[in-house]
């Protein structure tokens, strides 16, 4: 069974350009998650989405962040303009509905 | 506060002996679920096990078994046998009722010497 599967594995760019992460999730689960990991802070939920409708973004940290979920298998978090305080691993986890959480395997963003 | 602690920043083990890596949670809900998830070198999460607030039993899965003290709130991750393979970030997590969100610890790290 394909797990949830993350796109790209590895980016690195410029500060100032547009930066999407793109995710797959697990087929017939509802609910999406996109977290970002950094050594300071940890595991950080940015947004979540149940059944492609987004539920809480209170995660995430400004404007320059976008997420959407155009249908019930495709989901992308956009940056827009980056900035190197945004280097960190981005996770992708997707579940039913109270069930535990299936991450992908992250992408690495660097931004220099 | 925070709602997931783990005290144990890094924990060493020789292999074959059992560990057990510590996690307190804080909540005032009565149903809530409690996760622990690996996360090796090359940084993918893999969810290993969970327990539920209501189970009377505490969670097993192969090697891991989970250590559930509801009146302490506790949920320590128990791995028996440890195996050069279980070298790796470990984290606690909890989602209470009423959330499909996880709330996740610092993390452990956990090294397994032959």
Redesign the interface.
Known sequence: DAGVIQSPRHEVTEMGQEVTLRCKPISGHN?L?WYRQTMMR??E?LI?F?NNVP??DSGMPEDRFSAKMPNASFSTLKIQPSEPRDSA?Y?C?S?L??Q???????T?LSIL | AQKITQTQPGMFVQEKEAVTLDCTYDTSDQSYGL?W?KQPS??????LI?QGSYDEQNATEGRYSLNFQKARKSANLVISASQLGDSAMY?CAMRERGY???T????TMLLVSP
Do not use: P
């Open positions: 609910s998650f940890g595991l939920l979540y149940n539920i809480d691993v996770f986890a579940s509905q109270g535990s959480q299936h991450f992908g395997d992250g690495r | 996760f998830y090359s940084g993918e999460m893999i969810f969970y984290f499909s969100t996880l996740f610890g610092k993390g």
